[in-house]
């Protein structure tokens, strides 16, 4: 079974950040715990969305933003290999033909990168990502980079919250 630590209640910045993260994490991994494909597949009307595409995006973001955006690394595989002018969404679309341990080890894997990347780059929220940002120009911070997959993981984790009920009535935090 998942395990999910509660972040500290007083801690330095960069360990809160990540304690939280690491929460909203693990938060996603307890949602989809013990569900079979057909589960991770089933989709809630009108959204297409499906918990086994939630592990795929999730995967995605994290080597995007870890990866590519802070350390300035290339795309990784799977997602070098997409042709994503032919299916921009194809994380969410191609994640029912992938199985329950597939989705899962592909986001604890991006997961345990991006958590690699931080720890090498140092306890400095203010460093700056090597690449820019992509409309604006606009450097971009480790802290903005933890801030926003907190927010990512938290709205996915109520699209999560509906979609675990809706399959077999599982509610909880």
Excluded: C
Excluded at 41 to 70: I, N, Q
Excluded at 148 to 169: K, P, T, V
């Amino acid at each position: 079974m998942t395990e999910r630590l509660d972040p500290p209640l007083s801690a330095d910045e960069l360990t809160t950040l990540r304690a939280f993260l690491d929460f909203h994490r693990q938060t996603l991994l307890l949602k989809t715990e013990g569900l079979d494909a057909a589960q991770l597949a089933r989709t809630l009307a009108p959204s297409a969305m499906t918990l086994g595409g939630l592990l795929k995006h999730l995967a995605l973001v994290e080597d995007s933003w870890f990866g590519e955006v802070l350390a300035g690394r290339t795309a990784s595989e799977p997602w070098a290999s997409v042709d994503w002018d032919a299916d921009r969404d194809w994380e969410w679309s191609s994640a029912a033909a992938d199985t329950p341990g597939e989705l899962r080890t592909l986001l604890q894997e991006a997961i345990a990168r991006s958590d690699a990347i931080v720890d090498e780059l140092g306890p400095d929220p203010d460093r700056h990502a090597v690449r820019a940002h992509r409309r604006t120009g606009e450097p971009i911070s480790l802290r903005w980079i933890l801030v926003h997959m907190i927010e990512e993981y938290a709205r996915h984790n109520g699209h999560a919250d509906l979609l675990r009920e809706s399959i077999d009535g599982v509610t909880g935090e």
